[in-house]
C-alpha cells in the first residue's frame, strides 16, 4: 500500500508539473512512477490520455422530487474575501486580475478557484450574492471541455458542491443545472481509474450526488457507476481503525 500510495502521488505530480520538468527529470519521474504501478493503472492512463470525449449537450434530465435539505457537516473556511476575490493555499487572486485559468498561478490554485468549496464555507448564506455572480460567470468562461476547470477531479469536487448548494438555500439557475448534467456525463467518460485513491473516489462520490439530484434512466446510470466503484473502493481505502489509506 506504501509503494501504491507513492505511484499515486507521481502520477498526480505529473499530471499537474510534467510540462514544466526538464526531459531527464521528467523520465526519471516516470520511470519510478510506473515500475510501482499496477498493470490495469497502466492501460487505464493510456486509455484516459486517448480518451478526448465530446461534451453532450443534451437538456438536463428533471430534477428529483422529494429530496430532503442538506445536513451540513463540518465546514471549510470561506476562500471568498469579496466579490470575485479568492484566496487559496495563502495566496490572494481574483478573476479581474487571475481570470479562471491564469498560468501565472499554480495548477492547484487553480484547481480550487474551480472546486466552488466557499459554496458551502463557514458563514456561506452570507456571501449568495457573491455566489451566484461567481456561478455566472463561471459558466460564461468555461465552456464545456474546455481548461482545468473541466478535469475530471475539480468536476468531481464541484459537482457536490454545487448539489450541496441547491439542497441548502441557495438556487441553481437553469444555465447551471443543464451545466451539471453536461458536466457528470463528461465525467463518466474520464474517470481517473489510472490515478485511483482519492480521485476515484471523488469521482465516484460526484457522480451519487448528481444521479441523486437529477431522476430518470440516465442519472440512475451514473448514480450505479457511481456507488459500484465506492463499493468496490471502501474496504481498500478504508482502513481498519477508520482511517482513510492516503
Do not use: C
Not at 464555507?121 to 468555461?142: C, G, I, K, P, S
Not at 474546455?146 to 450541496?164: A, D, F, H, M, T
Not at 478504508?238 to 489509506?245: H, R, S, V
Amino acid at each position: 500500500m506504501k509503494f501504491l500510495r507513492s505511484a499515486e502521488s507521481r502520477l498526480i505530480l505529473l499530471t499537474a508539473f510534467g510540462d514544466t520538468m526538464g526531459p531527464l527529470s521528467r523520465m526519471m519521474l516516470y520511470w519510478h512512477t510506473v515500475k510501482y504501478l499496477r498493470p490495469a493503472q497502466i492501460t487505464a492512463r493510456i486509455r484516459f490520455h486517448r480518451a478526448q470525449p465530446k461534451p453532450n449537450l443534451a437538456p438536463p434530465p428533471r430534477l428529483s422530487e422529494g429530496l430532503g435539505p442538506w445536513v451540513a457537516g463540518a465546514r471549510r473556511a470561506a476562500s471568498l474575501s469579496g466579490p470575485g476575490r479568492f484566496t487559496f493555499l495563502s495566496e490572494a487572486g481574483s478573476l479581474v486580475e487571475n481570470g479562471w485559468d491564469d498560468p501565472a498561478k499554480s495548477k492547484l490554485w487553480r484547481y480550487n478557484q474551480h472546486y466552488f468549496d466557499d459554496l458551502n464555507a463557514v458563514n456561506a448564506e452570507m456571501r449568495r450574492d457573491w455566489h451566484y455572480q461567481l456561478l455566472n460567470d463561471w459558466l460564461t468562461a468555461n465552456p464545456p471541455s474546455r481548461g482545468s476547470g473541466w478535469e475530471p477531479y475539480p468536476i468531481s469536487l464541484r459537482i457536490v458542491n454545487w448539489v450541496k448548494f441547491a439542497l441548502s438555500g441557495g438556487e441553481l439557475s437553469a444555465e447551471a443545472r443543464h451545466s451539471l448534467a453536461i458536466q457528470a456525463r463528461y465525467l463518466t467518460q474520464k474517470i481517473e481509474w489510472h490515478l485511483l485513491g482519492n480521485h476515484l473516489f471523488a469521482n465516484a462520490k460526484a457522480l451519487v450526488f448528481a444521479g441523486l439530484l437529477f431522476e430518470g434512466d440516465e442519472p440512475d446510470s451514473w448514480f450505479r457507476l457511481g456507488r459500484d466503484i465506492l463499493l468496490k473502493e471502501l474496504p481498500e481505502q478504508i482502513l481498519d481503525d477508520g482511517g482513510q489509506f492516503e
